[in-house]
Nanobody, 126 residues
């Protein structure tokens, strides 16, 4: 069992940066890949980025590539999402989720993930 808690969201202006954290409980966190998703009002939950269990592999949606960086510190049971040059269209609730394995053909799929956090709100004003 893995419990995930996101933090670091907030209200920022366009062009600003934020770093989200996803902290896990459970000693086996370092065997899970972690994905970041976001959900804007009235829209489906969308994939943002993922990182494999060791941190050696990452995968990004086109919307964040070049602006977002995912990383992890397994000693702290934490995965990060660094978001730079934020845009108003980045406004959403951001979720982290954990899954076993690494298959880039399904990492974008919400149903692939076994454990989810409660989400953290990111609001970018223009």
């Amino acid at each position: 069992q893995v419990q995930l808690v996101e933090s670091g969201g907030g209200l920022v202006q366009a062009g600003d940066s934020l770093r989200l954290s996803c902290t896990a409980s459970g000693r086996t966190f370092n065997i899970y890949a972690v994905g970041w998703f976001r959900q804007a009002p009235g829209k489906e939950r969308a994939f943002v980025a993922a990182i494999n269990y060791s941190g050696g592999r990452t995968y990004y949606a086109d919307s964040g590539e070049g602006r977002f960086t995912v990383s992890r510190d397994n000693a702290k049971n934490t995965v990060y999402l660094q978001m730079n040059s934020l845009k108003p269209e980045d406004t959403a609730v951001y979720y982290c989720a954990a899954t076993l394995g690494w298959d880039t053909t399904v990492l974008r799929v919400v149903g692939k993930y076994n454990y989810w956090g409660q989400g953290t709100q990111v609001t970018v004003s223009s």
